[in-house]
């Protein structure tokens, strides 16, 4: 079955501490996303890809990093968290083409104390 | 602002009852999404209306779209507790990501 998933689904750690937020998808999608989102607030884009060794920075500036060795990963990582990294990160994707329909991972929900 | 503007920013009906909700937007576009998001998931598409469209049914959802007015309407009909959620409208100009709004906050109650 095509899906999307992300892991962990929770994260709690200290400030400081190194993460990487994993995000795969087995749809064969070219295009993947990160989204920033704060709790009953809209999505930020913080980060994107249209493809293999391709990725591009979103509309919110984010000191989060990404890589897109392989078609259907797309991993975010933090250096080194802070409370304000507090947040839910949505990775979503899309097939190339003019509609852009996206599918949603379930979504990672960060804690940094 | 590119992103489109939802409104209301929230809306409580009873059971039954039908939930509309719009989406106005300043810019040209190829289509328009509509979203929906459960509490603390991921999003679940819902419907897409191309800009040289003006209306499209999916179950109990109907969507508008008026290019002249750049807004769009999501209509659900009889709705249900479990349409409680929030709905985003999505803009997708050519190029670029999809712009998400603000949402809509709708609750259902029984």
């Known amino acids: 079955e095509a899906d999307i998933y992300q892991t962990p689904r929770y994260l709690v750690i200290g400030t400081g501490k190194k993460i990487t937020l994993e995000c795969s998808q087995t749809m064969g999608h070219d295009k993947m996303y990160w989204y920033q989102q704060d709790p009953g607030m809209e999505l930020h884009l913080i980060h994107y890809s249209y493809g293999v060794n391709s990725t591009e920075k979103g509309d919110l500036s984010s000191e989060s990093t990404v890589s897109r060795i392989r078609t259907e990963h797309f991993p975010l990582t933090l250096e080194s968290a802070r409370p304000s990294h507090t947040s839910q990160y949505l990775c979503a994707s899309s097939a190339s083409g003019r509609y852009n329909e996206q599918f949603f991972g379930p979504g990672t929900r960060l804690t940094v104390l | ?110």
């Open chain 2, 1 to 110: 602002s590119q992103q489109g503007e939802e409104d209301p920013q929230a809306l409580s009906i009873q059971e039954g009852e039908n939930a509309t909700m719009n989406c106005s937007y300043k810019t040209s576009i190829n289509n328009l999404q509509w979203y929906r998001q459960n509490s603390g998931r991921g999003l679940v598409h819902l419907i897409l209306i191309r800009s040289n469209e003006r209306e499209k049914h999916s179950g109990r959802l109907r969507v508008t779209l008026d290019t002249s007015k750049k807004s769009s309407s999501l209509l659900i009909t009889a709705s249900r507790a479990a349409d409680t959620a929030s709905y985003f409208c999505a803009l997708n100009q050519a190029g670029t990501a999809l712009i998400f709004g603000k949402g809509t906050t709708l609750s259902v109650s029984s």
